[in-house]
């Protein structure tokens, strides 16, 4: 597969662009792989890769029930930290922040990362001593972060409204290497560069059954028909607990949906990441000008991928007080992805009561952000049947 690069754009303009090939590759399904991942998002395609660039293992399909990057990868507000509390989530967190930081020069496909910074603001004095604890505690961690004053806040987000009546800004844990990503893209330069190791995308193929015998497994009936394979890994976010009623076992997971939305796009005024946790909304300005904003999870149970305008009522009328221009602003379009949450929100990477299957799910609301460190470790996983020394107990 030929190089994006300044000599390939200038190349191509000769034919007037007609002579690029092909992102990836759109082959039959094989009869045999040594190993399958099921779903085609950012966490599938990821582990793929590494399986690919750690291990040497290019014999690998990943299927899709529908398109590409179509699931919670296309579908949330691309935020990256890593300024977590606990150490377990540091490091995972940390090692995808890093990842992202060479991301489009690792995949020759510019993933758009933008270290704008992030910062999550304290407005009770209990969120005070929070974020002061975790920026000591990510000190020890070797995760870059300070709490920093309102005065700050301001300077590094002038449109923001420091004395709100209900929750004023009382300062803010700032991480400057945070910040986001273009989401499709990410999805996208993984997939090419698992289709230029010879690995087989295999879009609208849907998993029916899973095979087995003597409690291993042994392949999967799909509706393209069936393949054998010697390892399964099953990376689907919030359909996780259907794939795994059909390997015969349960996981400790409930799907929610969870809602974002983007305004009208509006002149440059906004270039950091703001998280207001009291409230539950977040905000970041797209390059297309866009203000992304999302929130928290539904209060109930669901696989919706659609927006529900009293959701997303609850979100802005929270971010007003804070950001009083969101007021003035038009919903272009709103969404919904399904994601997975565990009991005590903590993913799970681990080997599954079916030999040969390997299970990657329960990130929850922060699967963005993890999506390199999730692919880095859970190849390990699959190759080795072990934890990663990030995520070892």
């Known amino acids: 597969m030929s190089r994006y690069s300044a000599f390939a754009i200038a190349k191509n303009a000769l034919s007037y ?9 759109k082959p039959e399904m094989k009869k045999e792989y040594d190993a399958v991942i099921v779903g085609a998002g950012g966490h599938g395609l990821a582990t793929a890769y590494y399986l690919g660039k750690n291990y040497g293992i290019t014999n690998v399909a990943i299927l899709e029930k529908g398109w590409l990057g179509g699931g919670n990868t296309g579908r949330n507000t691309t935020i990256i930290r890593s300024n977590y509390l606990q150490d377990s989530s540091a490091a995972i967190y940390e090692k995808a922040r890093s990842l992202y930081e060479t991301m489009s020069q690792d995949l020759n496909y510019n993933v758009m990362f933008s270290p704008r910074g992030v910062m999550m603001l304290a407005q009770t004095e209990a969120e005070i001593r929070g974020y002061k604890r975790t ?3 990510n000190k020890l961690q070797g995760v870059k972060t300070e709490y920093i004053s309102p005065q700050k806040v301001k300077q590094l987000c002038p449109i923001i409204e420091l004395s709100g009546p209900r929750f004023p800004v009382l300062g803010a844990l700032w991480q400057p290497r945070g910040g986001t990503a273009r989401h499709d893209a990410v999805a996208w330069g993984y997939a ?13 193929c849907e998993v029916t059954a899973v095979t087995q015998s003597n ?10 028909g069936s393949l054998k394979c010697k390892k399964l890994g099953i990376v689907v976010a919030g359909n996780s607990g259907h794939l795994a009623n059909m390997a015969g076992f349960r996981l400790p997971l409930e799907s929610v949906s969870l809602q974002a939305l983007v305004s009208e796009p509006i002149k440059p005024c906004m270039d950091v990441v703001v998280m207001a946790n009291t409230v539950h909304g977040y905000m970041s300005q797209s390059d297309k000008g866009e203000m992304v904003i ?3 999870t539904d209060g109930f149970n669901n696989y919706t991928q659609r927006g529900s305008f009293h959701h997303l009522e609850e979100t802005v009328r929270a971010l007003i007080e804070t950001f009083p221009m969101v007021s003035r602003l038009k919903m272009l379009r709103h969404w919904g992805g399904i994601v997975d949450v565990t009991g005590d929100r903590s993913p799970i990477i681990s080997t599954t009561p079916l030999s040969g299957c390997f299970i990657n799910c329960g990130w929850g609301t922060g ?6 460190g999730s692919g880095f470790v859970n190849d390990t996983a699959l190759n080795k049947c072990a934890s990663s020394p990030i995520t070892a107990p």
Not at 17 to 25: D, I, K, L, P, T
Not at 192 to 204: E, V, Y
Not at 215 to 224: A, H, I
Not at 367 to 372: E, N, R
């Open 367 to 372: 699967g963005f952000k993890a999506i390199p």
């Open 215 to 224: 409690g291993k497994v042994t392949g999967l009936q799909t509706s393209k």
């Open 17 to 25: 662009h007609q002579g690029w090939e092909r992102a990836w590759a």
């Open 294 to 296: 999302g929130g928290g």
């Open 192 to 204: 090419r560069a698992c289709s230029d190791m010879g690995m087989d995308i295999i879009q609208q």
């Open 135 to 137: 920026a000591h505690a």
